[in-house]
Nanobody, 115 residues
Framework: QVQLAESGGGLVQAGGSLRLSCAAS????????LGWFRQAPGKEREFVAA????????YYADSVKGRFTISRDDAKNTVYLQMNSLKPEDTAVYYC????????WGQGTQVTVSS
């Protein structure tokens, strides 16, 4: 069984930056797809970014391209989301996910961007 734990969320001003981290325990994720999703109040959860196993490709939602960067450190069993040029519309609970079909999920971390 895999457990994921997000950290790094908080309150920032528009234009600011945050780096989210998601540490996994239970087993190594070096061979797993990893990703980030977010859910704003009253809205469906949406895809943000994904990264294939080390050396693979990255993917981003159009809304965050050029501003967010997903990365992974397999030695630390951790995936990151660097968020720059944050906008109020980025406000949401951010979740990390991993595995085939996104079978493993974290508990979420709140990101709030003030105008």
């Amino acid at each position: 069984q895999v457990q994921l734990a997000e950290s790094g969320g908080g309150l920032v001003q528009a234009g600011g930056s945050l780096r989210l981290s998601c540490a996994a325990s239970g087993r190594t994720l070096s061979s797993y797809n990893l990703g980030w999703f977010r859910q704003a109040p009253g809205k469906e959860r949406e895809f943000v970014a994904a990264i294939r196993p080390s050396g693979g490709s990255t993917y981003y939602a159009d809304s965050v391209k050029g501003r967010f960067t997903i990365s992974r450190d397999d030695a630390k069993n951790t995936v990151y989301l660097q968020m720059n040029s944050l906008k109020p519309e980025d406000t949401a609970v951010y979740y990390c996910a991993g595995g085939a079909g996104w079978g493993y999920w974290g508990q979420g971390t709140q990101v709030t961007v003030s105008s």
